[in-house]
């Protein structure tokens, strides 16, 4: 072989080898061919993406992470294949189990529980909580369940003359010491509620006769209490959920009056007792729940008083007919407590929300 045909053939065979090794730009072009092509068929047919069902796919081969609140069901798919059911995110591991997703979420537990215990005690067991202890508040109620709150206190309101004090007796006694010759009107005949109008009856100038009388400087002061009196008070002021006031009037003509009521409450029962005392003249305007009185006819601006009247039995007002259901408390010596106990019970019941 001459050397120009060995120069020759060296050449083509570079020429070959040189084609045969791809060039940089050949390996890019061959790149975007394969990310630039048609994206396989996903063999599920659900949302997720490509990068999801991997880690799906990937996930379902670990064993499965126990969730205290996972239910054991399935539901079919429409292919008929068993699938997992959708659970609603777990709570958390402090709370009660999830309820079912397809129920309305549960009440309080709390709540519910003591709703029952509570509707379970006998109403008097209700009553008798102190306040502040533990028990259904106005917002735990529900519908099925009937809770009593406890009652309000008792208030007691007790009139003065002729309840406490012997407003009768004080009169007669200063009227036959200062008009001893004159008519008068023997204590166990008294007829009605004003006794100058009594006393005029018998002559016309005796019943002013009679307000001098009891318009006179230490009338008040100088009335003994009713037989019983004292003592009741004293014991309904130490009662439970019990609140006592007086509440009287006071005459027009109010100089003595006054002040000697006053006193007369410090004399015998004690200067604590004197913040009880109400002065009005219309007790319709006094909240209560029993007023003790002895006039048998209260009125005043308000219609429908809170309180039930107790008429105080005394001569004046002995032959007046209540009407039912209309009370009256013959003495102190009487059972006066049973009318706060009915009171207290009827209060209970219309305590019950
Ligand atoms: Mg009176």
Same mark, same amino acid.
């Given at each position: 072989m001459d050397r120009e045909t060995q120069n020759r053939m060296d050449s083509d065979t570079r020429l070959r080898m040189a084609d045969s090794v791809p060039r940089a730009d050949d390996?890019?072009?061959?790149?975007?061919?394969?990310?630039?092509?048609?994206?396989?068929?996903e063999e599920c047919c659900d949302e997720a993406s490509p990068s999801e069902s991997v880690v799906r796919e990937r996930s379902s081969s670990l064993p499965p992470t126990p969730r205290e609140c996972d239910e054991p069901t399935t539901r079919e798919s429409k292919s008929g294949t068993a699938q997992p059911k959708t659970e609603p995110p777990c709570p958390d591991a402090d709370k009660p189990p999830c309820p079912d997703a397809d129920k309305p979420p549960c009440p309080d537990a709390d709540k519910a529980q003591s709703a029952e215990a509570q509707a379970a005690q006998p109403a008097d067991?209700?009553?008798?909580?102190?306040?502040?202890?533990?028990?259904?508040?106005?917002?735990?109620?529900?519908?099925?369940?009937?809770?009593?709150?406890?009652?309000?206190?008792?208030r007691v309101l007790v009139d003065m003359d002729g309840v406490l004090a012997d407003f009768e007796g004080a009169a007669f006694k200063l009227w036959r010491a200062t008009y001893p010759d004159e008519p008068f009107v023997a204590p166990e005949n008294r007829r009605g509620y004003y006794i100058k109008q009594q006393y005029a009856s018998l002559r016309a100038d005796l019943g002013e006769?009679?307000?001098? &009388?009891?318009?006179?400087? /230490?009338?008040?002061? @100088?009335?003994?209490? +009713?037989?019983?009196?004292?003592?009741?008070?004293?014991?309904?002021?130490?009662?439970?959920?019990?609140?006592?006031?007086?509440?009287?009037?006071s005459l027009r003509t109010f100089d003595n009056c006054l002040p000697e009521k006053y006193g007369w409450i410090r004399?015998?029962?004690?200067?604590?007792?004197?913040?009880?005392? &109400?002065?009005?003249?219309? /007790?319709?305007?006094? @909240?209560?729940?029993? +007023?003790f009185d002895d006039k048998d006819t209260i009125t005043g601006l308000k219609e429908k008083p809170s309180w039930e009247h107790i008429l105080m039995s005394t001569a004046h007002n002995k032959d007046v007919v209540l009407p039912p259901p209309k009370q009256r408390l013959e003495s102190w010596g009487h059972d006066w407590k049973s009318i706060l106990e009915r009171k207290r019970q009827e209060l209970a019941c219309n305590n019950v929300q």
């Open positions: 390996l890019d072009a061959e790149d975007n061919t394969e990310t630039e092509g048609p994206e396989p068929e067991a209700q009553a008798a909580q102190p306040a502040g202890a533990a028990g259904p508040t106005p917002d735990s109620t529900t519908a099925d369940t009937c809770v009593a709150r406890k009652p309000p206190k008792l006769k009679m307000v001098g &009388i009891y318009t006179t400087a /230490k009338f008040f002061t @100088d009335m003994e209490p +009713l037989p019983g009196a004292i003592d009741a008070i004293k014991e309904m002021t130490q009662m439970a959920d019990t609140e006592v006031l007086f509440c009287t009037t004399q015998y029962l004690g200067p604590e007792f004197v913040d009880k005392i &109400i002065i009005i003249r219309d /007790k319709t305007l006094v @909240d209560g729940h029993l +007023l």
